[in-house]
């Protein structure tokens, strides 16, 4: 499994022809498109067809297109590529691909060291008079960005004959040749070479839709089957508490009725009205609890108004003196408006 594509399970589209939507994870948008023009020229070479999906951008509205940002109503998702085929030439293209874009990576990879041992000969020491060490970061990191450029674009073979370096020119803008000399290095990369055990499990992942059909309605039908055994045992729970409170209603009721002499007259088991069960409440889901804007408990008391006590043998030492808590003496005038206890 190739960590710059992931393939799901392909699935039937008519008797005989698969699609398999291929997906590119590089953290890099520019990196996933270069994945995404590898195996579309990958796929022209085995003869299959190929289409990039439509994505729709959630922020479009007629009031953002018209008078708002120029908002797009979509565009096409480059990070994903649409195959259709024959199943053994796709289950083959597919195991193709997971080499040619790792063989690809690494040759981008070697093109870096050659870019590298560049930057220490001395040829090199002209053009890197004014330059410092994060902006040949940013040079080494573009640099190996438009090899892969080259290098996708040599595997659909839609690039000419490259002359040799020119040593007026410094290394970075001269990809296409380091792209060149890496991949004649290498010998090329082999686009038609795959493993049968490999192509054989790729055959076995795909699915007819006739199958993928029943597994749809198995999956229902299971679903249905335990949504009817909930529902009875629910209604069998109702059932057994209306007759545990019947009983306890029937004992309380001898007991009075025996103790008034009245049993005879009110048969209450007959006139108790018929069990009704509830239908289920739905359930609503809870959400994750959130701890944003939550507050520390000292924090919440501070603002809260709690005072905190002090000792006094604390008090004693910040002051100096021991404090005197004695109430105030209180005038006769206010003693006269003090409501009596």
């Known amino acids: 499994m190739s960590a710059h594509v992931e393939i799901p399970r392909p699935h039937e589209t008519m008797p005989g022809r698969f699609t398999a939507e291929l997906v590119f994870p590089a953290a890099s948008k520019r990196r996933a498109q270069q994945h995404h023009d590898v195996a579309w020229a990958l796929a022209e070479v085995h003869g299959l067809e190929m289409s990039t999906p439509y994505k729709v951008n959630p922020r479009w509205s007629v009031y953002e297109e018209k008078w708002g940002n120029g908002e797009r109503h979509g565009w096409s998702d480059m990070r994903r590529l649409r195959v259709d085929g024959p199943a053994r030439v796709l289950a083959r293209y597919l195991v193709v691909l997971e080499r040619v874009l790792d063989e690809v990576e690494a040759l981008a990879t070697r093109a870096v060291r050659v ?46 004959p490259v002359g040799e ?20 290095a290498a010998g090329g990369v082999d686009l038609e070479r795959a493993d049968d055990s490999a192509v054989n499990a790729h055959m076995a992942r795909m ?55 009245q049993a005879a007259l009110f048969p209450v088991s007959a006139a108790r009205p018929p069990l009704v069960v509830p239908p289920p409440m739905p359930v609503k889901p809870r959400r994750a609890p959130s701890r ?49 206890a």
Do not use: N
Not at 120 to 137: G, Q, V
Not at 233 to 259: H, M, S
């Open 207 to 261: 699915v007819p839709a006739v199958v993928a059909e029943a597994e749809r309605l198995a999956v229902l039908e299971a679903a249905r089957v335990e949504a009817e055994r909930l529902e009875l045992e629910r209604v069998e729970l109702f059932r057994q508490v209306d007759a545990a409170c019947a009983r306890e209603a029937d004992e309380v009721d001898a007991e009075r009725f025996a103790r008034d002499g």
């Open 292 to 340: 944003r804007g939550r507050l520390r408990p000292e924090t919440r008391a501070a603002l809260s108004g709690a005072v905190r006590v002090i000792p006094a043998e604390a008090v004693e030492r910040l002051y100096g003196e021991r404090p005197s808590f004695t109430a105030p003496e209180v005038s006769a005038d206010r003693r006269r408006y003090v409501p009596a």
């Open 165 to 184: 370096r020119d040593s007026s020119r410094p290394l970075w803008e001269q990809c296409g040749v380091v792209a060149e000399e890496v991949w004649e």
């Open 115 to 160: 870019f590298g041992a560049w930057k220490r000969s001395i040829p090199a020491e002209p053009f890197l008079e004014y330059e410092d060490a994060s902006t040949m970061r940013t040079r080494a990191r573009e640099f190996r960005a438009d090899v892969l450029h080259a290098l996708a674009q040599r595997v659909g073979a839609r690039r000419g």
